[in-house]
Each structure stands twice: as C-alpha cells, then as structure tokens.
Antibody, heavy 117, light 109 residues
C-alpha cells in the first residue's frame, strides 16, 4: 500500500544539525513531489517545504529559508530534509507527505525533533 | 502578510450539522487556492478529508463535504458523530507555497 515513513528525529542542541529521511513505497515515486509539514508541541500544523517530483524546484516557508535544505534520491525512493542552524522554535513533529494535486495526500506518522540544550 | 483564518473552536450535537470556515485576512478564498481540509486527533498524524475545494479523499464518508461559501472555503459535517471530535485544518495554495489555518477544535456533545 501507499506509505511514507519518516526517520532521523532526536534531540539536538541549538545551532546543531539533523537530517530527516522519508522512505516512500507503494506508488511511482518519481511521479510525485513531497511536502514537509511540522507541528510544534500543542500547536497547529505548519507547512515547511515542497520538493517537486524531479527535485528541480523546492519551495519553503520563510522561517526556514537559508537553514533547511530539501532533496530526494529517486534511485532509493527517499526524500531528505537537512536542518541546520536549529533553533528552539524548530522543535516539532515533522511529517513527510506525498503530494496530491495542490494538496497533501498521504501522511507519514512523523518524526520528532527536539532542540534543547 | 496574509493569514489563513479558522474558528478556534466549535461544538455540535451528535447528529447535528456544523460548518467550519477558512478565510483570508486579506482577500477572498476561491477555487484557485485549491482549499483542502485535514482532520487530526490527538497523538495521530493528520488525515486528508477534502481537496480541490470539494473532492473527498478516498474512504472519507459523504457526511463530510467542502464548498466555497461567500468569500471563504467551508467544511460541512452533516450528521456529526462522536468520533468526528477532532481538530480540523484547512490549507490554501498561495502560489508556490501552502498555508495552514490555525485549526478548529470540534467538540461533539
């Protein structure tokens, strides 16, 4: 079945880095883009970024510009979120989401990133 | 900066009908924003309910429907059930970016 599974979360110090991975299966990976969505503890959902099916373009929200980068490996059916210069306010559950037609289609269960000293 | 607005909370009686809305602090919501709706219960990942204004995602009961009402997108739940008690989020496509509303917590009582 269609599935996306995130991994790579953990505890990191402010200013540190972490790379999240998203493994996708059950569909034609190279035909779809992916969103990253995050949710801070007790808060609502926040769209973070989108990477196109071929990785040619990415779009991201202002709060992560210059700190987060987004990539994919179409040979491995993997999507990545490289997070640098982490701040306490980046603490959140990060969801990888397969794209639909201008919407978020299939959600992973999320991986938690905690930024704390 | 344009913000997507939702009612913070709403309540509905079992079997009742409720309409949640999704607006913009500046301007009107239209089909070109491709409004979509997501349901989330505590501790769980969101679930996609509605996309492209009014198309139900696979497996979503037909008691959930989407529309444009005036200058807002709307999610209507007809015949609310206890397990509809959740947070509901709308998302609007803003041209290369997507913006979530703050979410509506729906209580069924």
């Amino acid at each position: 079945q269609v599935q996306v599974v995130e991994s790579g979360g953990g505890v990191v110090q402010p200013g540190g880095s972490v790379r999240l991975s998203c493994a996708a299966s059950g569909f034609s990976f190279t035909s779809y883009g992916f969103h990253w969505v995050r949710q801070a503890p007790g808060k609502g959902l926040e769209w973070v970024a989108f990477i196109r099916h071929d990785g040619s373009h990415t779009h991201d929200t202002d709060s992560v510009k210059g700190r987060f980068t987004f990539s994919r490996d179409n040979s491995k059916n993997m999507v990545y979120l490289q997070m640098n210069g982490l701040r306490v306010e980046d603490t959140a559950v990060y969801y990888c989401v397969k794209e639909g037609f201008y919407y978020m289609d299939v959600w992973g269960k999320g991986t938690t990133v905690t930024v704390s000293s | 900066q344009t913000v997507v607005t939702q009612e913070p909370s709403f309540s509905v009686s079992p079997g009742g009908t409720v309409t949640l809305t999704c607006g913009l602090t500046s301007g009107s919501v239209s089909t070109t924003h491709y409004p979509s709706w997501y349901q989330q219960t505590p501790g769980q990942a969101p679930r996609t309910l509605i996309y492209s204004t009014n198309t139900r995602s696979s497996g979503v009961p037909d008691r959930f429907s989407g529309s444009i009402l005036g200058n807002k997108a709307a999610l209507t739940i007809t015949g609310a059930q206890a397990d509809d008690e959740s947070a509901y989020y709308c998302v609007l496509y803003m041209g290369a970016t997507w913006v979530f509303g703050g979410g509506t917590t729906l209580t069924v009582l």
